[in-house]
Nanobody
């Protein structure tokens, strides 16, 4: 099991950027795909993006493609979400999560997981984008 702690959220104007970080502790970080999800008030938690354990494969939801990037550093047990060209509709609590598997390394096709497919979660960090 991984313990995950997000940081880097805050208030930003539309068009601005934020970088979220997730620090992990536990033995399985380097063998686990990592994902980011977000949840707006009154809405369901949604997939944002994911990165395979090696960092060689990344996936994004259509609504963030071209604006967000994901990276990870397995030597530091961290994963980051760089968010550019932010929009007010990006306002949400952002969660880091681990799926505990290496399946993304050989995944083919489109990827849009449900939150239930991820086993470990951080507490979330608030991102607010003002118009």
């Amino acid at each position: 099991q991984l313990q995950l702690v997000e940081s880097g959220g805050g208030l930003v104007q539309a068009g601005g950027s934020l970088r979220l970080s997730c620090a992990a502790s536990g033995r399985t970080f380097s063998s686990s795909a990592m994902g980011w999800f977000r949840q707006a008030p009154g809405k369901e938690r949604k997939f944002v993006g994911a990165i395979s354990w090696s960092g060689g494969r990344v996936y994004f939801a259509d609504f963030v493609k071209g604006r967000f990037t994901i990276s990870r550093d397995n030597t530091k047990n961290t994963v980051s979400l760089q968010m550019n060209s932010l929009k007010p509709e990006d306002t949400a609590v952002y969660y880091c999560a681990a799926d505990g598997t290496n399946r993304l390394e050989s995944y083919s096709g489109s990827y849009y997981p449900m939150p239930s497919e991820y086993s470990d979660w951080g507490q979330g960090t608030q991102v607010t984008v003002s118009s």
